[in-house]
């Protein structure tokens, strides 16, 4: 496989994954009523996911390539299942918590994979797209928030 069509799995890869994340933090959102911080901060990564996959779009559609139907319909069904398992845990916030987190890990190594192929392709605006800086700061800056939180 050349090198730019891999780029372009990666790519689609990214989307499916990005699509997967909206609809466990939907899920997850819908669920848990009882805690404002929490239900605020899904609120919001369900926004920037929803910017995530439009920026990704751009890099597909820039690249003459598109999102793979199939592989997107594949993620949606596995999110679904992720959010029926934690359907009757009484610690549904703190279980919430660590399937976002463990998802974000992926997310963080899924960019930099995507980063490295698309340097290595000239293409420097998909390898923008990449936000796995991002996604550590986040994940460190809720981090230092609960501990904070639950110090007081
Ligand atoms: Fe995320």
């Given at each position: 496989m050349a090198a730019s069509e891999r780029l372009n799995q990666w790519l689609r890869d990214a989307h499916a994954m990005e699509t997967q994340a909206e609809q466990l933090l939907d899920g997850q959102r819908r669920r848990i009523d009882g805690d404002p911080v929490f239900s605020a901060r899904l609120e919001q990564h369900i926004e920037i996911t929803k910017t995530q996959r439009e920026r990704l779009d751009r890099c597909l559609e820039r690249r003459r390539t598109s999102a793979s139907t199939l592989k997107d319909t594949a993620a949606r069904v596995t999110a679904t299942a992720q959010n029926f398992s934690g359907?009757?845990?009484?610690d549904e916030v703190v279980k919430g918590a660590l399937a976002i987190y463990t998802f974000e890990q992926m997310a963080i190594a899924s960019y930099l994979i995507l980063e490295a192929a698309a340097k290595a392709d000239v293409d420097e605006e998909t390898a923008l797209a990449a936000p796995w800086k991002f996604i550590i700061e986040a994940l460190d800056t809720v981090v230092r928030d609960n501990a904070a939180h639950k110090s007081t």
């Open positions: 359907f009757f845990v009484e």
